[in-house]
């Protein structure tokens, strides 16, 4: 599975960001993961999706972010709200066949290359 995010950039702290993560095959039997890394800390899941459409959110964003997945369009969308300075990362998503790895793990089958999100106050 080939994935390419998008929809990153900068934005101002309080406001709304969603980003995009393509792929080349039908997601319908993969977990599905959004993860951000900076140059200070190690790789964190932020928000994952079973395939059943069940989805775990990292505290950090849990009640501002929305993670998605459209089997239709092969399109998994992660909506981020009240931006805060400390989102600033790299966002990668992620796909596993079948079950879901966790959002602390990081032993997923495929990775995109991500797209940095820079939030300023």
């Given amino acids: 599975v080939l994935l390419e995010e ?3 950039g900068s934005a101002q702290a309080g406001t709304s960001l969603t980003l995009s993560c393509r792929t080349s095959n039908y997601i319908g039997n993969y977990c599905m993961g959004w993860f951000r890394q900076t140059p200070e800390k190690e790789r964190e899941g932020v928000a994952i999706i079973d395939a059943p459409g069940r989805a ?13 997945v459209n089997n239709s369009k092969n399109l998994m969308t992660l909506q981020m ?3 805060q300075p400390e989102d600033t990362a790299m966002y990668y998503c992620a796909a596993h066949w079948a079950f879901c790895p966790g959002i602390s ?3 997923w089958s495929f990775w995109g290359q991500g797209t940095q999100v820079t939030v300023s106050s």
Avoid at 56 to 67: E, H, N, P
């Fill in 81 to 83: 709200n009240n931006l």
């Fill in 6 to 8: 998008s929809g990153g």
């Fill in 105 to 107: 793990q990081l032993k």
């Fill in 56 to 68: 775990t959110y990292a505290d950090s964003v849990k009640g501002r972010s929305v993670i998605a």
